[in-house]
């Protein structure tokens, strides 16, 4: 049914080319690369919030630096590079190289160290030897796993059980989800179309190694190392602030500005708002997947998405400060597998990581509560989340008998879960933009949540509207625990 349009009768219509949805870092991304692509280009983005930025947010109080969104991103893509410059963020970037930094587990109610590297991690006493031996045997041996398996199935087919609280750990620290639910091949699919094509895993990469050796011997580059975990000074807010920053110095960013409804219209698209109506030529749904679903749901655009929307998982924060005397391992922090039973997914040794995030010689703490298995802990008050977080993380590590600083983060983001179904809305999205190719969807849960997979899809974005030639691109993700 086609939204009820009356009320354009009643106001003027504000033209431009293009029009994006969404002021996260999807939409800011694709407005900042279009203005390079197309200096004099028209083009507006419209908020309904009061500030840009999405899940991006950053928290400061007595002299505590937190997150309440994402805490970083590695600095291994280009594009995420050149969006940086294009914010004039370079001399503000904070980085935590992988290569000096380590990660912990929580196993058998202790922290474990895992190392960086496959070698180190091949030797650390993770597993026992016999596991070792039937992960790489299992993996070199096994057949491919048809269908859609979870990460659970693909994980204990490909690579044996002893694996399932390695891969746990790793899809708890990205999705906060839960490997019996999620889809291998919604997480990882590059990795996915390589093993159907090697056979293994570890065949696919050992080919991927030796192509890279023999491109960088041709080319005469030098081998890269590992990358960076990076953020800004003032914390992850400051890169969405300064590209919006820009965007409103040229009006192009209009914020309290929510979409209502939009419809086709002769040659594009019609968008009511509060604020007016807005026709453009080009329309971008820069929005969390859900959140285009549903707006999806009454604009006349043909067949409907398969499922209204994707499960989502929440995560609350609980920050702790303290004083010099808490003993806190060096590294970025900690994932707890579910078998555990911890209260915390997990806790971000935040002073660590990054400079400025405590008062003078002190430190923080940023404990993970709740995701896809825990939502009840979510409803939990602020003083009992506190005081359960801080029992856990103190049975792992010296603590003071109190904190200096408490706060409880509660964002209203979610993270989007590539469970069953996700796959069929990536088709039907597809099949959209082949019936539609004036409308775009991007943004936060559909080719993932990480800020370099959206930075990415943004750039490509832009240039395919700005009718710049698109180099092709091989992606495979990395795992970093």
């Known amino acids: 049914m086609r939204p009820d349009l009356s009320i354009d009768l009643f106001m003027s ?11 996260g870092i999807s939409g800011l991304a694709v407005a900042t690369f279009l203005r390079r692509e197309q200096p004099q280009g028209s083009l507006l983005v419209l908020e309904q919030g009061e500030r840009p930025g999405g899940a991006i947010r950053s928290y400061s109080n007595e002299g505590y630096l937190a997150e309440w969104g994402p805490h970083g991103f ?39 160290l895992v ?5 180190r991690i091949l030797m650390a006493p993770l597993m026992s030897w016999p596991n070792k031996f039937r992960l790489f045997m299992g993996d070199l041996q096994r057949p491919y796993f048809a269908g859609e398996p979870t990460v659970a199935q693909w994980v204990e087919h490909r690579f044996g059980a002893a694996m ?8 708890t620290g990205t999705y906060a989800g839960d490997i019996k639910k999620l889809r291998i091949d919604g997480v990882m699919p590059g990795m996915r179309a390589l093993e159907k094509e090697h056979g293994s895993v570890l065949r696919a990469l050992f080919a991927r190694m030796r192509a890279k050796k023999r491109e960088r011997k041709a080319s005469g580059l030098a081998k890269t190392g590992m990358p960076a975990m990076t953020s800004f000074t003032a914390g992850m807010e400051q890169l969405p602030l300064a590209l919006a920053k820009k965007l409103l110095a040229g009006d192009q960013l209009q914020l309290n500005c929510g979409v209502q409804s939009i419809a086709q219209a002769e040659g594009g698209w019609l968008l009511n708002t509060r604020q007016g109506a807005y026709r453009c030529q080009q329309l971008v749904l820069a929005l969390p997947l859900n959140a285009s679903l549903q707006l999806l749901q009454s604009a006349g655009i043909g067949a409907l998405p398969p499922a209204p929307s994707l499960p989502e998982a929440r995560i609350d924060s609980v920050l702790l400060g303290f004083g010099p005397e808490a003993d806190i391992p060096f590294g970025f922090g900690y994932l707890a597998p579910e078998q555990e039973g911890r209260f915390a997914l997990g806790a971000l040794f935040s002073t660590h990581m ?6 003078e010689g002190g430190h923080l703490l940023e404990i993970l509560v709740g995701g896809r298995r825990h939502p009840e802990r979510l409803q939990l008050s602020d003083t009992e989340m506190i005081e359960r977080a801080y029992a856990d993380v103190s049975q792992l590590m010296h603590l003071p008998e109190k904190p200096r600083f408490t706060a409880v983060l ?3 983001a979610a993270i989007p879960q590539p469970e069953e ?11 959209l933009k082949q019936q539609h190719s004036n409308l775009h969807l991007l943004g936060f849960g559909w080719n993932g949540i990480g800020l370099n997979e959206m930075v990415r899809e943004a750039k490509l974005l832009a240039l395919a509207l700005a009718a710049r030639p698109v180099a092709a691109f091989d992606e495979v993700k990395g795992i970093y625990m």
């Open 354 to 359: 990054f400079p400025g995030r405590a008062p």
């Open 13 to 23: 219509i504000q033209q431009t080319d293009i029009c994006i949805v969404g002021a």
């Open 74 to 112: 590695l600095d291994n893509r280009e594009e995420s590079r050149e969006l940086i410059a294009l914010a004039g963020l370079e001399d503000d970037k904070v980085a935590a190289p992988l290569s000096r930094f380590v990660r912990y587990l929580c196993l058998q109610g202790r922290l474990t």
């Open 421 to 431: 179904g996700y796959l069929p809305l990536l088709a039907w999205r597809e099949a």
């Open 115 to 119: 190392p960086q590297t496959p070698p």
């Open 164 to 171: 399932l609280p390695f891969a746990d750990a790793v899809y």
């Open 410 to 412: 509660r964002p209203e």
